[in-house]
């Protein structure tokens, strides 16, 4: 009833009112409650930023302190969760398990699922997914190569107790490189918002209907998995590759996009009309950290190759279309020592205090449930047929 107004993808639909991240995507700029990127990806933690998404502002150092001990306590799993991974062959998407991991903590924490529960039992809840997420994407990675499952180490830092425990072996010392540690910093407060993407709009639809966190944010994760949104990081890397291991050059394969043949994957956004402020922070990171690892990667050449083609092509600049933060991030991670298959895990560390912090807002402000409305376009009324008649 009334008059809908179509219009498919989103384009132009404010879903909602949010104070978490301002976004302009005419002259690139991003901000998480008011602070510069820039400012936040070269200056605070990552768990400073998840508290300033979540909770509103920057923490005070004991307000930080408080955040970082109630995680620590929080980062281990029930035992029973190792049989979760055990269920999948070693051969799973690591994002599949993630987003089942996470929906199996409903089973442990069944009080989470209450629509009813005050705010101190969704502040546990909030907590208890920022401790855990980082130990189940740790354990589907070391479950996937055999290796044992290390229990993490609360006394290490966020980025440090994750590498630990998907790179440490039992009875062995660990040495973290400092410049690995900073760069999933940067990586994951990078990540950590983009206002009304599909798996954040993903999340709130779900949690409009009052299902659990644990719930809205699984479903998130399978969202950031397709590859036009998070998993274009996976496919970025493996067309880097492709493209080396097939010997075409870069012309070559700009000529393929531009009769669409294939797409330039990191590249265009539905927003950002200009370069993405990330893949800017993310470019300059990916030389510094390749040179302080010492790693020479011909991925990366090939994307440097492809960006200046594509930013002086007409297809490109026509369309508007920049390198997003997808481009760079998984040379990254690959120097990092991450396979490729885990990129969009990582996406989904990072992003999960953004996450967190919409379905709060959306929670606090009683927003309706989400119901898009439709333009129906299948026949008007017809009569039943049976079966022996129908043709
Ligand atoms: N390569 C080649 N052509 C492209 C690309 C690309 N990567 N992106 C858009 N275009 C073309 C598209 O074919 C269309 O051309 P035409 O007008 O001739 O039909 C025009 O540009 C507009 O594209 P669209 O698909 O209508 O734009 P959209 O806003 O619906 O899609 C997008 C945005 C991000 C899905 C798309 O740019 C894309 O598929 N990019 C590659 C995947 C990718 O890198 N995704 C990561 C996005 S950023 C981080 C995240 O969300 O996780």
Redesign the pocket.
């Known amino acids: 009833t009334g008059y809908v107004t179509l219009d498919t993808?989103y384009?132009n639909t404010g879903a909602t009112k949010s104070a978490i991240t301002f976004l302009d995507g005419e002259q690139g700029i991003l901000r998480y409650r008011g602070y510069p990127i820039e400012q936040l990806a070269s200056k605070a933690s990552f768990l400073e930023v998840s508290y300033l998404l979540i909770y509103g502002e920057l923490p005070t150092t004991s307000q930080l302190e408080n955040f970082k001990e109630r995680i620590r306590k929080h980062t281990n799993l029930h035992e029973d969760i190792k049989k979760v991974f055990d269920g999948f062959p070693s051969s799973a998407h690591p994002m599949g398990v993630l987003s089942s991991a996470v929906s199996s903590l409903t089973a442990y924490y069944p009080g989470s699922i209450d629509p009813t529960a005050n705010d101190d039992e969704v502040d546990m809840t909030i907590v208890r997914l920022m401790a855990k997420l980082p130990t189940i994407a740790a354990w589907s990675y070391r479950n996937s190569k055999g290796q044992p499952l290390m229990y993490p180490k609360p006394k290490l830092g966020y980025c440090e107790n994750f590498l630990y425990m998907m790179f440490g072996q039992p009875n062995e010392d660990f040495e973290l490189d400092p410049v690995v540690v900073e760069a999933l910093n940067t990586l994951f407060i990078l990540h950590a918002d983009?206002e009304q993407?599909?798996?954040t709009s993903t999340v709130r639809i779900v949690g409009s209907a009052h299902a659990s966190l644990y719930s809205s944010i699984a479903a998130g994760i399978n969202a950031?998995w397709g590859?036009?949104?998070?998993?274009?990081?996976q496919?970025?890397i493996e067309m880097l590759e492709e493209i080396k291991a097939s010997g075409i050059s870069t012309k070559d394969y700009i000529a393929k996009?531009?009769t669409?043949e294939?797409?330039?994957?990191?590249?265009?956004?539905?927003v950002y009309k200009n370069f993405?402020p990330r893949a800017k922070i993310i470019k300059k990171a990916c030389d510094d950290i390749l040179n302080k690892l010492g790693v020479k990667d011909p991925a990366l050449e090939i994307a440097k190759e492809l960006e200046q083609a594509a930013l002086s092509d007409p297809?490109?600049v026509e369309?508007k279309?920049y390198p997003?933060?997808?481009?760079y991030s998984g040379i990254i991670y690959k120097a990092l020592g991450l396979r490729s298959d885990l990129f969009t895990v990582m996406?989904a560390i990072g992003r999960l205090p953004g996450w967190i912090a919409q379905w709060k807002e959306l929670r606090d402000a009683k927003e309706p449930i989400g119901r898009p409305r439709q333009i129906y376009t299948g026949y008007t009324e017809r009569d039943y047929v049976s079966i022996d008649k129908r043709k």
């Open positions: 993808g384009k983009h993407n599909c798996s950031l590859p036009l949104h998070g998993g274009a990081n496919e970025v996009v531009k669409k294939v797409r330039l994957m990191g590249f265009g956004h539905r993405d297809y490109f369309r279309l997003n933060v997808d481009f996406f």
